[in-house]
Every structure is written in C-alpha cells, then in structure tokens.
C-alpha cells in the first residue's frame, strides 16, 4: 500500500497526486508547492491496483525527520489512510535513524498530529497563505 519510491514513475504519481491535492483543492501556487527539497527529500508513495492515491515526502532538517507535503486523494478519504501514511513515514524515517520529528501542521489538523505524538511548538504562523502550528515527536529519551 505504501512505500518509499525508487524509481521516476513512482515520483512522478507523487507529483500528480501533490498536484491534485496542493494546487487544485488548496490552491497553492506551483512556485511554492515544488522547491529544490524535492530533489534530496524521501518521497511516499500510497498505491492501490495501482492506483496512486497518497504522497508525503521526509526532508532531514537540523536533525529532525521532518515530514511534509502528506496528502490523500479526496476519493480516498475518511478510511484512516491518513494515519497510516503517517505511520508508514515515522517508520521510514525512524529506520533511517532519525530520533526527532516536526511537522508543519495546518491548524486543522492538529489533533490528528496529536495522535501519532506531535506537541505544538510556538504560535501560528502562515504558511502558503494557510494558517500552520510547528508541532514536534521526541518518542525517545533525551
């Protein structure tokens, strides 16, 4: 269902469905949806019978795994395929040994951060012109 992708048509999937989701429902400008992150960050694919239906990408950043640019196609939603993204990715991103993960959360879905371990750090803030919460994971002891 998901997996960490390896190939140039597996990304390519991540890019529709992030165009799909960012530009066309959100209406996040390209120029800002796609960076240069793109070309050094861990990207996610979710598939099913071969259908691409989730993305994410993991970007190392000042010793975090931070997780970014997760979405689910809108025919796929309300079946807990969110959570399982977010799992699959924390797992990833655990096993390249990351120990700390942040997350820029829009502010409704914080309570949904908060079900993996997330913590909100700091105010909101504006991101894309969306309203986001810097939220943190330290499963581990310091």
Excluded: W
């Amino acid at each position: 269902m998901f997996k960490v992708i390896t190939n140039l048509d597996d990304l390519i999937k991540v890019f529709i469905i992030r165009g799909i989701v960012f530009l066309e429902e959100q209406g996040i400008p390209y120029t800002i949806e796609r960076d240069a992150y793109d070309y050094s960050a861990t990207h996610v694919l979710g598939e099913e019978r071969g259908e691409p239906f989730a993305a994410g990408r993991i970007l190392a950043l000042d010793g975090y795994a931070k997780l970014e640019r997760l979405a689910i196609r809108k025919s796929h939603r309300g079946k807990n395929l969110g959570h399982k993204l977010t799992e699959f990715m924390l797992s990833v991103a655990k096993n390249q040994g990351f120990q700390k993960f942040k997350v820029h959360a829009q502010t409704h879905l914080v309570d949904f951060y908060r079900k993996h371990g997330f913590e909100v750090v700091g105010d909101v803030f504006q991101e894309a012109g969306i309203d986001h919460y810097v939220m943190l994971y330290h499963p581990y002891p310091k």
